[in-house]
């Protein structure tokens, strides 16, 4: 388990347990009033094996077959009363050694629809939601809504997938219907949930003490999920307190007023057939730390920002209801003046299949190509200054649904 | 085998499997409670139902969405000749929502008896079968 956080992992046990309860005292008082109806549950369990040349890839796998990620989920939801529902999901994985198994609440809040026509709706959310970043992130964890085995790196980073998953907070939603394509948008302001093990990697700061500050998230998206064109596009930039002792000279600086924020913009665009997609997302990339107290000392500056432009293009295929395959490029550059190092880029060129013997299972097989570090878990991997960027993997997956 | 006795062959295949699959989804009906209002239904209004978006009727009532599981072959045809969609891209259309925590999926029924039961007895609910042993607490929604 992660050492990171333990207030919000305490915040988390508190809310599995009260929601837990809530769901399942609203199930067995269903038919006896109208609170709690349409009960539900739903539930998944993945394993992968991984094995990779030259580096670990979410897993123990360089050289080695690794059988360390896994994925399980358990979500429930009821209609508290009228238009009234609540939702919660516990999620436990592990994609990295470094971080161990984690398990977490993913999501548990309200939803209410205050205003509802034929075509119209607005409404809002509170509580632990899913930030619903992009196309994909609000239902990336589960293995029978992906395309791959690994959602495409350059954009869904599984290094900082649990402080960018979802947040504490409010949301506002509101789409109108135009036959089956659909205009939404959502304004969601939060609290993030802060895991210092990944702030730190990706900030390249040790902290003492990491908390989530505010977040806004916007989006806006029209289309049909499934039949021709759908587009959208995403703002959401979390920020971060953050105390940091850095050595600067013979002393030690402590800041307890340092802040670190990512500014995260997503356009996406994809088109659906009966049985072919493509998908293209690109993301433009802004990351900040701010420690006041290098202000004033010479040949340091108190502000670093960095930039960072990725996208992917992905072609599907579904050569029956049971197989179907996928190629994508998917591509992440830092974005400098000078010659790009090799922890700075991430081009991996990959393609899979995936069998659907049954409504629950699926079997997924799929293999990387990949020049570049930059998405590689730091914790992971002993990087030397001649490394090799070239590297490979291939991943096998078993998924199971109830 | 001559090149013309070939084609012939060919023909009458495809236009065989093309007459073989009309009948057999021309016998596709969609059923309704008989509280529903409406008589007939456009194609993007059927398939934002069941994509599970469009979610009242115009008189307000909830839509209940009924399904057979998705390994009947009535569903599959429902899917693939009517909604023109793979039943498993529909299946990620409702987990997207179920996994989001932001919607419900339709209810699955067992069999196409069970399916004209739940939909006599559920106001606002909308199915499909094949058969011909309609309740009288159900109405057919033709599709345009």
């Excluded at chain 1, 394509?181 to 702030?199: G, H, M, T, W």
Aim: with cysteine.
């Amino acid at each position: 388990m992660a050492s990171s956080f333990k207030g919000s992992r305490l915040i988390e046990k508190i809310l599995c347990i009260f929601f837990s309860g809530v769901l399942f005292s609203g199930m067995a008082f269903a038919d006896q009033s109208d609170w709690f109806q349409r009960s539900n549950w739903s539930a998944f369990v993945s394993q992968t094996a991984i094995y990779s040349s030259d580096y670990n890839f979410l897993s123990q796998s360089d050289d080695s077959l690794s059988f360390d990620m896994w994925e399980a989920g358990f979500l429930a939801s009821t209609v508290v009363k009228e238009k009234l529902t609540f939702s919660a999901q516990v999620l436990g994985r592990k994609v990295s050694e470094a971080s161990g198994d984690d398990l977490r609440a993913d999501y548990a809040f309200f939803s209410y629809p205050f205003y509802q026509t034929m075509t119209d709706t607005l409404g809002v959310r509170i509580g632990r939601i899913r930030s619903s970043y992009g196309l994909y992130n609000e239902t990336r964890d589960m293995p029978h809504t992906r395309t791959g085995i690994v959602m495409p790196q350059s954009i869904y980073f599984d290094m900082t997938r649990n402080s960018f998953y979802s947040a504490d907070g409010i949301e506002f939603f509101g789409y109108r219907d135009f036959d089956d394509q659909r205009l939404s948008a959502q304004i969601f302001f939060s609290k993030p949930v802060a895991d210092e093990d990944e702030i730190s990697q990706i900030a390249q700061l040790t902290p003492s003490n990491l908390e989530g500050d505010k977040s806004l998230l916007f989006k806006i998206s029209y289309g049909s999920e499934y039949d021709g064109l759908r587009s959208s596009f995403t703002y959401y930039r979390p920020e971060y307190k953050v105390d940091v002792s850095l050595p600067v000279g013979v002393m030690t600086i402590f800041e307890d007023d340092a802040s670190v924020y990512s500014e995260s913009m997503v356009t996406s665009l994809e088109y659906n057939q009966f049985d072919w997609s493509i998908t293209v997302e690109y993301l433009r990339h802004k990351f900040e730390t701010n420690i006041p107290a290098l202000e004033n000392i010479p040949g340091f500056q108190a502000k670093n920002t960095g930039y960072e432009e990725a996208f992917y293009i992905q072609g599907l295929y579904r050569f029956s209801e049971q197989w179907e395959s996928y190629i994508r490029y998917d591509s992440s550059e830092g974005h400098k003046n000078e010659t790009l190092k090799d922890n700075e880029k991430w081009h991996d060129i990959n393609f899979g299949g995936s069998f659907r013997p049954s409504e629950s299972w699926l079997l997924r097989a799929e293999f990387h190509y990949v020049d570049g570090l930059a998405r590689l878990f730091g914790r992971d991997n002993a990087f030397s200054e001649k490394q090799d960027p070239y590297w490979t993997a291939a991943m096998f997956q078993v998924a199971y649904k109830w | 085998m001559t090149k013309l006795k070939r084609i012939f062959l060919i023909t009458v295949f495809v236009l065989g499997s093309q007459l073989s699959m009309t009948s057999f989804a021309a016998t596709l009906k969609v059923i309704a409670n008989a509280s529903v209002e409406e008589s007939e239904l456009k194609l993007k209004d059927l398939r934002s139902i069941y994509t599970m978006k469009k979610s009242i009727w115009s008189n307000g009532d909830r839509i209940s969405v009924f399904v057979l599981s998705g390994d009947n072959a009535t569903h599959k045809d429902f899917c693939r000749s009517l909604l023109k969609v793979f039943p498993r891209q529909l299946e990620s259309v409702w987990y997207r929502l179920v996994y989001s925590g932001t919607g419900e999926k339709p209810v699955s029924v067992s069999s196409e008896e069970e399916m004209v039961k739940r939909v006599s007895n559920t106001p606002g609910a909308i199915g499909y079968i094949r058969s011909e042993s309609l309740h009288e607490e159900t109405k057919v929604i033709s599709i345009k």
